[in-house]
């Protein structure tokens, strides 16, 4: 996946995020795809959340991890899920299948 694509995908999710990504206050790269799931890892826990957006992030990140692109599966896992696995975080409810067995294992 380009990271613009990613870029979208994760804007369409979380709102706002691409505003952020552009930012100064954006310190991970914003032309890969490892970079972005950190950003957006840090944009989450910076930030309140809407259910909404917690539940269309988790549902994308519940079709990458497992799914064909093996890079952007390891971004996800771990440039986000490793960065987010904490006790009680609210998006842990939200994930499933491969996603939520490996945050389980991290966390």
């Not at 539940?55 to 952007?72: K, S």
Request: net charge negative; glycine share 4%.
């Amino acid at each position: 996946m380009k990271p613009s694509f990613l870029i979208e995908k994760l804007d369409d999710a979380v709102p706002g995020f691409r505003r952020y990504v552009e930012s100064e206050e954006n310190c991970f790269e914003r032309d890969r795809i490892h970079g972005l799931f950190a950003a957006c890892s840090h944009f989450v826990s910076e930030r309140p959340m809407t259910a909404e957006a917690l539940q269309r992030l988790a549902a994308f990140v519940n079709r990458v991890i497992g799914g064909p692109d093996e890079e952007l599966e390891n971004a996800a896992c771990t440039c986000f899920l490793e960065n987010l696995a904490a006790p009680g975080h609210p998006i842990r409810t939200l994930l499933s299948a491969d996603a939520l067995r490996y945050w389980d294992r991290y966390e």
